[in-house]
Structures are given as structure tokens and as C-alpha cells.
């Protein structure tokens, strides 16, 4: 979505055969900066969440009682911060504890995502 809204604001048609790379060049970019962004202020919240005793932490590590519905399963708010740390789910809750490690791990996120 990022690209598509890049291009909206350089008025580049779809139809136009420009690069993702042209067009970040010319908005002065050189890679997505939107969803990097995104991804480094949800670390930085589930950090607070863990450290915090509230509502929220108990709404997040709850668990609903009854069978699952048909279908693939929906993307979880705890998958996606599992994912986007690249590490295990017990290592990220221990980590999110501690204040200074967190704050590493969400400042380097986009150091070892690849360049779109």
C-alpha cells in the first residue's frame, strides 16, 4: 500500500512502467519508510504493555474458551510482533521485560528486514 500511495502522490499511473526504485527516488526515499515505522511504534507498545500491569496486558494474553471456526486462522497481534522480532514467543515476552533490550530490538528492526 505504501508504494501505491508513493505513486498516487507523483500522479504515476499503474498503467506506467516505473520502478518501485524510480519512484522512491523520487519521492527521496530509499526504501519504505511507512510499514518500518509502523512495526517499530507496535514493538515499542507491546513493550509497555508487558512491563505494565492493565487491562490491555490481560485483553492481550487472554485466551477465549470454545471450538475454532472453519478457515484459515486470522493473524494474531502476538503472531505479528513474533514475526516481525524474529524470535520466539517466551524470548520476546522475557526481552519486552526489559526495557533497554526492547528498545534495541525495536530500533533495529529495519537493520535486518531486507530492502523492498
Given at each position: 500500500?505504501?508504494?501505491?500511495?508513493?505513486?498516487?502522490?507523483?500522479?504515476i499511473?499503474?498503467?506506467?512502467?516505473?520502478?518501485?526504485?524510480?519512484?522512491l527516488?523520487?519521492?527521496?526515499?530509499?526504501?519504505?519508510?511507512?510499514?518500518?515505522?509502523?512495526?517499530?511504534?507496535?514493538?515499542?507498545?507491546?513493550?509497555?504493555?508487558?512491563?505494565?500491569?492493565?487491562?490491555?496486558?490481560?485483553?492481550?494474553?487472554?485466551?477465549?474458551?470454545?471450538?475454532?471456526?472453519r478457515?484459515?486462522?486470522?493473524?494474531?497481534?502476538?503472531?505479528?510482533?513474533?514475526?516481525?522480532?524474529?524470535?520466539?514467543m517466551?524470548?520476546?515476552?522475557?526481552?519486552?521485560?526489559?526495557?533497554?533490550?526492547?528498545?534495541?530490538?525495536?530500533?533495529?528492526?529495519?537493520d535486518?528486514?531486507?530492502?523492498?
Amino acid at each position: 500500500m505504501e508504494m501505491w500511495i508513493y505513486r498516487r502522490m507523483q500522479r504515476i499511473s499503474w498503467k506506467e512502467k516505473v520502478t518501485n526504485k524510480k519512484v522512491l527516488e523520487s519521492v527521496g526515499l530509499q526504501r519504505p519508510e511507512l510499514l518500518l515505522t509502523i512495526q517499530r511504534r507496535k514493538m515499542k507498545y507491546y513493550g509497555h504493555l508487558r512491563r505494565h500491569d492493565s487491562i490491555q496486558k490481560r485483553i492481550l494474553e487472554g485466551k477465549i474458551d470454545g471450538r475454532r471456526g472453519r478457515g484459515r486462522r486470522r493473524q494474531t497481534w502476538l503472531g505479528n510482533i513474533q514475526e516481525t522480532s524474529q524470535m520466539k514467543m517466551c524470548e520476546v515476552c522475557e526481552t519486552a521485560l526489559d526495557r533497554r533490550r526492547w528498545r534495541t530490538v525495536a530500533a533495529h528492526l529495519g537493520d535486518r528486514m531486507a530492502p523492498s
